[in-house]
């Protein structure tokens, strides 16, 4: 963890990760998490995301988000939170009503100031806005864009900067990690932000990221330092790298140097702050049920054995 602030991984709350055939494996997977000191840091995969903190308007619960939150201070970690604004996972209430541009900045600002204030003090950072680029930096037609245009944006990241004051606020992408039309708009919204004088700290880079089609170190490099270049931090905040399953000698080389490469240049920019994978664990992974025929993304097996890629992470820290 040479020059990184933290190295971590998310998990799920034990209420969402109830998996048939996995109840024996639990009691393992709470000791790599929390106790071999592989970890430092955080986020709760689900819990603190707005279909379970505003299911209704104004009916806020913070049950599945406390739950690794109590965890991750019982256990001294780090936190980043996750997500205040983003198109996904968004309860249905948002999105089924015709909202005039008032009643839904009402609407941002009253769910960012409950639940960045309820979780105030306990976050090294937030994501406040995730995902609002298309892959051509356009910004993706969410129902937050439809409404209000690119000062959504502005009305987040403004909110929270009161709400949560020493919290980081971030805004939170996936294929941020080598230049294209998209890192040129994520790198569009930090500067709108800063001219108009609102707080943004850092561009989190998701990292979902591909063993047998992967970016060079360079090209990590360079996207990394495009970012911190405009003054803000950089972590990447949910890296996984998926391989076509089954896993054999051949992917699981290319993902070591995959994630050699990636977690490399994090290190070896300055102003790129911390690592975190989305899970540690294959079988609780994300991945086969988004990406079918892919899969073994995270660094330790179904055995709890660990990835030859475990060792490119060593090497790279
Ligand atoms: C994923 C979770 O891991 C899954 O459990 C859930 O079903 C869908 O969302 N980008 C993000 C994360 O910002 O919140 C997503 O997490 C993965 C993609």
């Known amino acids: 963890q040479a020059g990184l ?16 055939g996995y109840e024996d494996k639990y009691a393992q997977y709470d000791q790599i998490m929390w106790k071999s000191g592989e970890f430092g840091l955080t986020t709760p995969t689900n819990g603190q995301k707005w279909l379970f903190t505003e299911p209704e308007r104004g009916v806020f619960n913070f049950t599945e988000g406390d739950i690794v939150t109590n965890l991750a201070r019982k256990h001294g970690f780090m936190q980043r939170c996750h997500a205040l604004v ?30 960045a204030g309820y979780y105030k003090g306990k976050c090294y950072a937030w994501d406040v806005v995730n995902e609002a680029l298309n892959e051509d930096g356009t910004y ?14 502005k009305l987040a990241f403004e909110t929270a900067a009161k709400v949560d004051p020493h919290a980081k606020l971030y805004y939170n992408d996936y294929n941020l990690e080598s230049p294209s039309a998209k890192t040129e ?38 996207a990394i330092k495009g970012f911190t270049e405009l ?20 992917n699981l080389a290319q993902q070591r140097e995959a994630y050699k490469n990636v977690v490399g240049a994090c290190v070896q920019v300055r102003g790129c702050i911390g690592v975190e994978i989305w899970d540690f664990y294959d079988p609780f992974s994300w991945v086969p049920a988004t990406f079918p025929g892919q899969g073994a993304p995270l660094l330790w097996f179904e055995d709890f054995s660990k990835h030859p890629a475990y060792d490119g992470v060593v090497e790279a820290l």
């Open 140 to 153: 993706r037609e969410s129902v937050f864009y439809k409404v209000l245009g690119e000062d959504y944006i």
């Open 231 to 250: 003054g803000v931090e950089v972590a990447l905040t949910e890296l996984d790298i998926r391989l076509s399953i089954p896993a054999n000698a051949t």
């Open 86 to 115: 983003w198109h996904s996972q968004l309860a249905p209430w948002v999105e089924s009503t015709e909202w005039t541009p008032e009643e839904l900045r009402q609407v941002i600002v009253n769910h960012i100031t409950h639940v």
């Open 185 to 222: 708009g994520a790198k569009r919204i930090v500067k709108m932000l800063k001219d108009a004088g609102i707080r943004i700290d850092g561009v989190g880079l998701q990292a979902h990221l591909v063993a047998e089609s992967h970016p060079t170190l360079d090209e990590h490099i360079d």
């Open 5 to 20: 602030k933290y190295f971590g991984s998310a998990t799920d709350s034990p209420g969402q990760r109830e998996r048939a």
